[in-house]
């Protein structure tokens, strides 16, 4: 990472894309950073002076992607799992109980690093904010543990105890320990609560237990829902006031309407379509009904082992009707509604300047070019990494 001047000049942009719902994008462009923060944008020609001017040559600027839904904390591989869902087994979320095993037995040392090398691939790939869910630890020291380690690369940390019922109790005892002991050992490290509301794993009684117990120690709530079928996730979330509902692939026109009316952000995960033969959700249905939509990695080790925004664009504008603006309006200032962040997802005046450098004049080609490594560079509060 480098130190850059007091204020510096991004100069000859061929193409800024600010975010900005009335000019979401401004040919022959400049940005001018100060203090780690954007401080102008606008037209090259009507650029302001600066300390240092850093001319990237014609290539496209966008926001840093907001990866709003993530499970980083785990050890051990699937790919065996995947290989068989390739082969024509179905997908269950019982694949879980394999890395809760794998992640129990790490030492702290070989979780840290492993979650040191996927942040570095997400920052590679334009990723300037990220959150973390705990999830295969699963009991009171291992999620404990979890957050710990997540904490250490970002702020935006879910405690997400309730990921599936481990073996050797009932659903009823788990329940009990995920909102007493285990929340009380979670929460001083942990921004917000999540559920896993499916079946195989938590109904909509006792997701809406848990959120509310999390709620009540000042967590805020998000949901895993609708994901394997129908179900009452979205529905719960959009009466509970949930910032964040991810999945939202089994819908119906009640949960669309629900999630309009209430604000409740959409999040949707097409990597975890691609890897496990699932349909995918119905983006453009969303969008035509006013619904605000984030599209999220979901990395993990199971059911999606992506930690690339730029592929989930382009899977949600090859697979789920999105256009590239949309798709990256999705992953930028989507995703910050997704966390209730205001600072971040766009380049405009008083943001905070997380931004990529695409090797391209223009952000359809993430979605024009699938594959390509197309982020030259990415600035977080105004640096280089």
């Not at 990529?356 to 280089?384: E, F, N, S």
Request: aromatic share 6%.
């Amino acid at each position: 990472m480098s130190t850059e001047p007091t204020s510096v000049l991004l100069t000859d942009i061929g193409e800024l894309f600010t975010g900005d719902p009335e000019r979401p994008a401004i040919s022959r462009a400049a940005l001018l950073i100060a203090g780690g923060h954007v401080a102008w944008a606008g037209e090259a020609a009507d650029a302001p002076p600066a300390d240092t001017a850093y001319d990237v040559g014609g290539r496209a600027v966008i926001p840093g992607f907001v990866d709003s839904h993530s499970h980083l904390v785990f050890a051990g591989d699937r790919a065996a799992e995947f290989s068989a869902r390739m082969a024509g087994e179905s997908y269950s979320a019982g694949g879980i109980r394999t890395t809760v095993a794998a992640t129990r037995a790490a030492t702290d040392e070989h979780l840290v690093a492993s979650v040191a090398r996927l942040v570095a691939e997400m920052t590679r790939q334009g990723t300037t904010t990220v959150e973390i869910k705990s999830g295969y630890g699963l009991t009171v020291k291992d999620e404990a543990r979890s957050l710990v380690v997540a904490r250490q690369f970002t702020d935006e940390t879910t405690f997400l105890g309730a990921h599936v019922v481990p073996e050797g109790t009932t659903p009823e005892d788990y329940v009990a320990l995920v909102t007493g002991p285990m929340l009380e050992a979670a929460a001083p490290h942990a921004k917000w609560i999540d559920v896993f509301c499916e079946r195989g794993a938590f109904d909509g009684d006792q997701a809406r237990h848990i959120l509310e117990a999390g709620q009540a120690v000042g967590l805020q709530g998000r949901l895993h829902a609708n994901q394997l079928g129908p179900g009452p996730g979205v529905q719960l979330a959009c009466e509970l006031g949930l910032t964040a509902v991810d999945h939202c692939t089994y819908l119906s026109d009640a949960d669309v309407d629900a999630l309009k009316q209430t604000g409740t952000t959409a999040t949707l995960l097409p990597g975890v379509e691609f890897s496990t033969r699932q349909p995918y959700p119905d983006a453009r249905a969303l969008l035509d009904a006013g619904v605000r939509v984030a599209i999220a990695s979901d990395c993990n080790p199971g059911s999606c082992f992506t930690s690339s925004l730029p592929f989930c664009i382009a899977l949600a504008v090859r697979e789920m009707g999105m256009t590239p603006t949309e798709a990256l309006l999705a992953a930028t200032s989507g995703g910050a509604a997704a966390l209730g962040r205001e600072d971040v997802g766009r380049l405009a005046v008083g943001m905070r300047a997380d931004l990529a450098i695409l090797d391209a004049p223009g952000h359809a080609h993430l979605a024009y070019r699938p594959g390509v490594p197309l982020v030259q560079q990415t600035w977080v509060g105004g640096r280089r990494f």
